[in-house]
């Protein structure tokens, strides 16, 4: 019988027998045998890299049959078979207690030999930080794994996009930007009925996914695909390893960002930036296959609606309440948005919204973390689901991106959409455009790392921050000198902050002095030790954060001016550089479940 028909035989799941070697990172075959098979040690590494897809057999590591067992009995037998075995997990204990020494033969044979377990908390600890790659930023789906075994690298896609992104995988000390795309190309079995026949794979659903700098919250922000914006010249790799730049568009749906004119990912991310002022460290891509694989991995989604739904386009039938859908149900309920009171595409987003959050809190169950099979499949299927950019693109450096997810509670995991308004260059709107007054709130809160929960530790370090910034005497407006260049996005900007400076604030030794030499992503305050008083009470009238401030370490001299350079994240005169701390917009928590209406 074989390590399989014995796993069964036992009624033990065999994926429930592969266990992780801490010593080694690789997970192993560990057997508990029984009868004439209870003296015999197994400890089958897994393969590195496999040929097949799926689940190793626990068979292929050693064949046993009965007549190669009573052949291997001998000493010098026995010798060979401890010279393949893996390092053991903490030694083990021999009949009288002892560790580190191997029990007598009639010790083995009377008592059989047991596994050692680890403990469980241990064991959690270890599932938890490895197991959920990517689970709640996929849209509608959801990555995740085991501690993957290199032959999933093999079910990895990648794209080459050039100089963008992050290519360390992640910074030290410094925020995260994940741009997850889901494609409305028909590939994959069955899903030949869905979306545009004629796609060649659109960026149908867009959620940026911000990770703090100190990991204890995350925004995900959805953007509109009938959004219109701006797509920015971007340069694609041609598959012969030449460049080829594809021209911009102006006043088009951000859809369009992906796959027109062979846009590829790398133009989505160039189109997010300019639309968030955010640079994308990462993108994540999938397509209607994800979502009916990764669902069904985890053994179901919990959703629920508000009303019963029977729509025909997305052929979505459910009853009023909760409900646990994977496969093609999952599909119907993230594609539907006639089932909705608007039936339009923002109404969409909230269920794939609550459906990703559904999905965190899943892969985050002990049903999930504690099963092996279930995480096996989650590898296997989030692996084979997936197209990332290159910096990215194998199973370690997706792990190594986990781990850094996984350090975010959920409740601290905030969904949210772009804020968006009606079109109003359409007489009958179909697409929307961004909200004036609330969009730059949002967009201007990411850009200063500002999170949408009540996480206390950084409330409390913020306010510290600013607290010692603002500590000090402030000196008198009329004492305040600054020279005020822009180097933001803004025509006009440094004569507004003039005159708002001169006329609302009384600072009458404000000075424009027209365009910085270049553009700058954040405004600063330059300013000597001397007038630190100044540089207060100047931060505290304009709402600067910490991060501003640069102090000089040499003394002004006579009638020298601080310098003060406004930055992309200047939004317009009297707008705190710092962004509200609250902002009034829809809100979800992955914590919770709420009722699609």
């Given amino acids: 019988m074989d390590a399989q028909g014995r796993g069964r035989a036992e009624e033990i799941d065999p994926a429930d027998q592969w266990v992780l070697n801490p010593d080694t990172g690789d997970y192993e075959l560990r057997l508990n045998h029984s009868g004439a098979d209870s003296g015999r040690a ?17 068979g292929d590591g050693e064949r046993r049959g009965a007549n190669g067992d009573g052949e291997r009995r001998g000493a010098a037998g026995e010798g060979a078979r401890r010279g393949r075995e893996v ?25 059989g030999r047991r596994k050692r377990k680890a403990p469980k908390a241990r064991r959690k600890k270890a599932l938890l930080w490895t197991g959920g790659v990517m689970a709640f930023l996929l849209v509608g789906v959801s990555a995740g794994g085991y501690w993957l075994y290199q032959h999933f690298n093999g079910n990895l896609s990648t794209v080459d996009i050039g100089d963008r992104g992050n290519k360390d995988v992640i910074t030290a000390n410094a925020p995260l930007n994940i741009l997850v795309i889901g494609t409305d190309k028909r590939t994959g079995k069955g899903n030949e009925g869905y979306g545009d ?35 920015p010249d971007c340069k694609t790799k041609q598959e012969d390893g030449s460049e080829k730049t594809i021209p911009g568009t102006q006043n088009v749906r951000f859809n ?46 919990d959703i629920c609606l508000a009303h019963a739904v029977k729509d025909e386009k997305s052929h979505l039938d459910l009853p009023a309440g909760p409900s646990t859908v994977q496969g093609e149900q999952a599909l119907a309920f993230v594609r539907t948005r006639h089932a909705y009171a608007n039936g339009s595409d923002l109404d969409r987003i909230k269920g794939q919204q609550q459906f990703i959050g ?23 299927s989030a692996t084979k689901a997936l197209t990332v950019d290159s910096a990215i693109g194998s199973v370690p450096k997706l792990s190594s991106l986990a781990k850094e997810l996984t350090k975010i509670d959920t409740k601290n995991i905030t969904f949210v959409t772009l804020p968006v308004i009606d ?17 730059p709130q949002l967009l201007s809160m990411m850009q200063e790392d500002t999170s949408l929960t009540e996480v206390a530790a950084q409330k409390k370090a913020a306010k510290s921050k600013q607290d010692a910034l603002l500590k000090g005497t402030k000196a008198a407006a009329a004492d305040v000198r600054v020279d005020v260049y822009n180097g933001g996005e803004i025509p006009g900007a440094a004569q507004q902050t003039v005159t708002w400076l001169q006329n609302d604030k009384g600072v009458l030794k404000s000075t424009n002095k027209a365009n910085a030499p270049a553009k700058a992503a954040k405004t600063t305050l330059a300013y000597a030790p001397n007038q630190a008083d100044q540089a207060r009470a100047l931060a505290e009238m304009m709402g600067l954060p910490a991060s501003a401030m640069k102090p000089g370490t040499k003394d002004a001299v006579g009638l020298q001016a601080m310098v003060l350079t406004l930055g992309a994240d200047f939004k317009g005169a009297g707008t705190p550089i710092t962004g509200p701390a609250k902002i009034d917009i829809p809100k979800a928590s992955a914590d919770k479940a709420e009722c699609a209406k």
């Avoid at 390092?87 to 008592?111: F, K, V």
């Avoid at 965190?360 to 092996?372: A, F, G, V, Y």
């Fill in 42 to 58: 197994s400890g089958v590494s897994a393969p590195r890299s496999s040929g097949r897809r799926g689940a190793p057999r626990e």
């Fill in 87 to 111: 390092p053991r997990q903490g030694g083990r204990r021999s009949a009288s207690g002892s560790r580190g020494q191997a029990p007598s033969d009639s010790a083995e044979n009377s008592t």
């Fill in 197 to 231: 026949s004629g796609s060649v794979g659109h960026a149908d659903t867009n959620i940026l996914f911000h990770v703090s700098k100190d990991r204890t919250n995350a925004t995900a922000m959805s953007i509109p695909r009938d959004l219109m914006t701006n797509i």
């Fill in 256 to 301: 369009t960002s992906l796959g027109q004119d062979g846009r590829d990912p790398g133009c989505t991310m160039d189109t997010v930036k300019e639309l968030t002022g955010l640079t994308v460290d990462h993108f994540m891509m999938v397509d209607f296959n994800a979502v009916k694989e990764l669902s069904t991995a985890v053994g179901g989604v």
């Fill in 358 to 380: 559904s999905m965190i809190r899943q892969m985050k169950s002990d049903d999930t973390l504690t099963s092996p099979t279930k995480l096996f499949k989650l590898a296997d």
């Fill in 423 to 439: 079109n109003p260059a359409e007489p009958t709107p179909i697409t929307v455009v961004v909200d004036p007054v609330k969009s």
